[in-house]
């Protein structure tokens, strides 16, 4: 959270009373760290009154730092307002009043904000009073004569006070101008503990228009006092909402989010960073204009020690004043010293659940290292109202609030460690997404049959805003030219103590399947035609994965090791296989079929793997291409996107010929998925369940099966949110033994809880070198050091120059495999120094131990 750092709150330290402060002479879309408006674009504060430029359904704006007890009383509410908007329609029940006692599903202030709900009392806009909600409406009621003063000004006020074993509430309307109280209403017996929770002012204005450039209402002076109020300055949001940071190969970058500022507030946040006792100036960085952001990049970083930080930031006040916050976290040690790096990885946050306080309590608990966010990190419907996506300024405006809610629920775990995250298609307000390169969907189309052509539907300012939201603050990519429209990349290469991390892009270069597969019919990326044979059909020539720059970026990764590296990974948005059933009628024309959670122990009998053109199972050659270079690092992929917590190892010529995957499951499933083949998987391990073993999906590629989270019911509450096989996952890296563990873990699980393991099938504990599972052709002379602990090995196929792979192997031994006949070459050693040696002309044998290259780095002997 920021803390408050100078200036005046308009609320004394000692008291729980509060009043707005909104200052004269400022315009601002966000009216400050106390409230969250809903929706952002729909508010603003000008010259010292908050409006609300919606003349829509329940726009509203919760005050966080204040809240309601279950106590009788005594507190009172107070605004001032105006309605600028004029009635079409007298009957509808347009009105404007407080929210109070508004409680949410989860427990949580953030949730309140966003879907509390509770008693609501207010003014129509006929001058009907009413207290409790509309349907306390009677056909006796209170009516203010109203003439103009509800487009002049209205003084509202609500009060509690004890009253035998509850509360009594009244509600008053008062002229502005005299004071004079114009009508009130009162209610009897309310219970103590139905007046707990949130305050909101709400502007319910669904059948009413604003003029052109007019406010629909204006409120200002807005009061809440009394001695049961309770005063929380800690859920304050703002100016910094959150951050991000990444260290890699001794550079930071450091990314703050911030609110839309005005005008009259510091374009510019400052760096500070804690020596000893004292904070000492490190940066300043622009806050960029559509994403908010602002990046600091400081390149001879010490990772050697933990560093706290702080964003300053100064925000205009009354009197020409300026109000300066800090925001404060904490960039850890580079953890070279432990023996375990853990990583927690995460995808789609759907915001059923939000704010996912029991996931991030239970992540925190596994003390991860580093955190990786796949994608959907918003979906459309998040936060309510759907979406808006013209003009781009309120397009902008819409997506934001999205983001906030997800810096919201992680900025706790955000803001003292490194993270990746990274957008998928709903980020970029697409069902589905093949980005083409970066190109304009096509005009003409809207909705699934504009995605099914290819490209972004949303202009490419707006993409490049989500792009700076989520990735600015990655290292720099190695080919930072951009794509089609100018859309920027962010694929890159991420080094933290010794773990190498490629973040790709399976999106961006993507073909679109509909355009090269004609005879399939392609609708929102499923085959519509029957007798199309997705397995034999669809391997399109010329359909791209990931592009010819990411390939060569994953050569260039692959051979790498530089540095002291001892373990890579592969990051992306999903994983490399379509690991998916359905039942063999389900598909119908135009809609894939939300199927029924099954109950413990059920297995369907007739689901067969499907071909869903979404998943990285299509296209199978840029799949078996991207998969041959990732092998060739032993790396490991983690995903996610697939609603289908899973762990495959893939199969290019062969089944377990390459690495191992990590699908995680979804933080919040929005679309269950299943895994329930009709023909159990070949070579399954003894007690595998008959959805493990070696299969081919819709597509024909191979993989082997380890584990799937498949949906069942368990009986908590809420259905749609346990019941959906929801959670995250853990991959640990053995810095000693070179093993890994992949995990899948429920959300109500963790090291903290009553539930202390993962998902059944977990954890799939695998080697480093069986990332590159390729039975060996043969073997190469074994090698041995002295003089140097744990050299790069790297074997090159002499002929052709092809790296065939590249390892920091373990120990001072190491026997090369080669999977083809041959001359290789062996460079063995530390790369990018003078202690690198290369061993040529080196034949295939098919005996390991059949010769010996001792490889020495030792010193020469002194001369006597």
């Not at 008062?174 to 209403?185: E, H, I, N, R």
């Not at 000893?276 to 990046?295: M, N």
């Not at 963790?750 to 060996?776: C, F, H, M, T």
Request: hydrophobic content about 40%; charged content about 25%; some cysteine.
């Amino acid at each position: 959270m920021s803390a408050f750092l100078a200036g005046a709150r308009a609320q004394t330290p000692e008291s729980a009373d509060f009043r707005s402060a909104w200052p004269k002479g400022v315009e601002r879309i966000w009216p400050g760290p106390d409230y969250w408006t809903n929706r952002l674009q729909d508010w603003r504060i000008r010259d010292g009154r908050l409006e609300c430029l919606a003349a829509a359904g329940d726009r509203n704006v919760h005050l966080l730092t204040r809240a309601l007890p279950a106590k009788p009383g005594p507190w009172t509410i107070r605004i001032r307002f105006g309605v600028a908007a004029s009635a079409k329609n007298v009957r509808q029940k347009n009105w404007v009043g407080f929210r109070f006692a508004a409680r949410g599903e989860f427990d949580d202030f953030r949730d309140i904000a966003i879907y509390g709900k509770g008693p609501e009392a207010g003014i129509l806009s006929d001058g009907t009073l009413f207290l409790g909600g509309l349907e306390s409406l009677t056909s006796d009621v209170v009516r203010v004569s109203l003439e103009k003063k509800f487009h002049q000004g209205l003084d509202l006020v609500l009060r509690a006070a004890p009253s035998g074993n509850g509360a009594r509430l009244a509600l008053a309307v008062f002229d502005p101008a005299t004071s004079a109280k114009m009508a009130d209403l009162e209610t009897d017996g309310w219970p103590a503990e139905d007046l707990a929770g949130g305050i909101a002012l709400v502007a319910h204005l669904p059948d009413m228009e604003a003029a052109g450039g007019s406010p629909a209402v204006w409120f200002e002076d807005w009061a809440v006092s009394g001695d049961a109020v309770e005063r929380h300055d800690e859920r304050a949001f703002g100016p910094v909402l959150f951050c991000q940071y990444t260290l890699s190969r001794g550079t930071l970058k450091l990314k703050a989010q911030l609110p839309p500022l005005g005008e009259q507030d510091a374009k510019t946040v400052r760096l500070r960073v804690r020596n000893d006792s004292d904070w000492a100036e490190a940066a300043e960085a622009a806050i960029e204009p559509d994403s908010r952001t602002a990046v600091f990049r400081l390149a001879g970083w010490d990772g050697s020690k933990e560093v706290p930080y702080q964003i300053v930031s100064e925000i205009a006040a009354a009197e020409g004043r300026r109000e300066t916050y800090a925001f404060e976290g904490t960039i850890r040690k580079e953890p070279w010293a432990q023996k375990e790096i853990v990583l927690a990885a995460f995808t789609g946050n759907n915001d059923l659940g939000f704010p996912h306080a029991d996931l991030a309590r239970h992540v925190a608990a596994h003390r991860p290292d580093l955190l990786f966010f796949s994608g959907d990190q918003i979906y459309e419907p998040v936060g309510g109202y759907g979406i808006q996506t013209e003009p781009v300024e309120a397009a902008i405006l819409d997506y934001l609030r999205k983001w906030y809610l997800f810096g919201w629920a992680f900025g706790g775990l955000l803001k003292d460690r490194p993270s990746v995250s990274i957008p998928d298609d709903h980020d970029v307000y697409h069902g589905n997404l093949w980005g083409a390169g970066g190109k304009a969907t096509p005009p003409g189309f809207v909705g699934a049959a504009a995605q099914d052509q290819g490209g972004y539907k949303m202009p490419p300012r707006w993409v490049n805003m989500v792009l700076r939201t989520q990735t600015g603050h990655l290292p720099d990519p190695p080919d930072p030219e951009p794509v089609a429209q100018g859309i920027g990349v962010y694929f890159c290469g991420l080094d933290y103590a010794g773990l190498s991390l490629a973040v790709i892009e399976d999106r961006k270069w993507k073909s679109a399947p509909k355009p090269l597969l004609p005879a399939a019919d392609v609708y929102n990326g499923w085959a519509r035609n029957k007798e199309f044979n997705a397995a034999k059909e669809a391997d399109a020539p010329g359909a791209e994965l990931l592009g010819a720059r990411q390939i060569k970026f994953l050569k260039d990764w692959a051979s790498d090791w530089a540095g002291g590296v001892w373990m890579k990974a592969v990051l992306s948005q999903t994983i490399f296989s379509n690991v998916a059933t359905l039942p063999a009628d389900a598909l119908t024309d135009d809609a894939v079929p939300r199927l029924p959670v099954l109950k413990p122990g059920e297995y369907p009998e007739n689901d067969v793997p499907v071909a869903d053109m979404d998943s990285n199972g299509w296209p199978p050659r840029g799949r078996n291409a991207a998969l041959r270079e990732m092998r060739k690092a032993f790396a490991v992929h983690l995903a996610g996107d697939q609603h289908l917590g899973s762990t495959i190892q893939y199969g290019v010529e062969g089944w377990r010929d390459a690495g191992y995957a990590l699908c995680v499951p979804s933080i919040s499933n929005y679309w269950p998925r299943r895994w329930f083949p009709n023909t159990p998987g070949a070579n399954r391990r003894p007690g595998d369940p008959p959805y493990a073993g070696d299969f081919r999906d819709g597509f024909g590629n191979r993989m082997t099966v380890r584990a799937v989270v498949n949906p069942y019911v368990t009986g908590r509450k809420p259905e749609k949110l346990y019941d959906r096989a929801a959670g995250y996952g853990i991959a640990r890296f053995d810095r000693e033994t070179r093993k890994i563990s992949l995990e899948c873990w429920p959300r109500w699980a963790g090291p903290d809880a009553a539930e202390s393991k993962p998902y059944p099938g977990w954890p799939v504990v695998i080697s480093q070198l069986e990332n590159y599972g390729k039975r060996p052709f043969g073997y190469l002379p074994l090698l041995r050091f002295h003089g140097m602990a744990e050299p790069v090995v790297q074997v090159v196929e002499e002929r052709s120059g092809e790296t065939v792979y590249t390892i920091r192997i373990k120990g001072d031994s190491f026997q090369p495999m080669v999977f083809a006949a041959g001359r290789y070459r062996v460079n063995a050693g530390e790369p990018g120094t003078d202690k690198w040696k290369s061993f040529g002309r080196l034949a295939a044998m098919e005996k390991a131990n059949a010769q010996v290259i001792s490889v020495s780095f030792a010193p020469p002997p002194r001369k006597k």
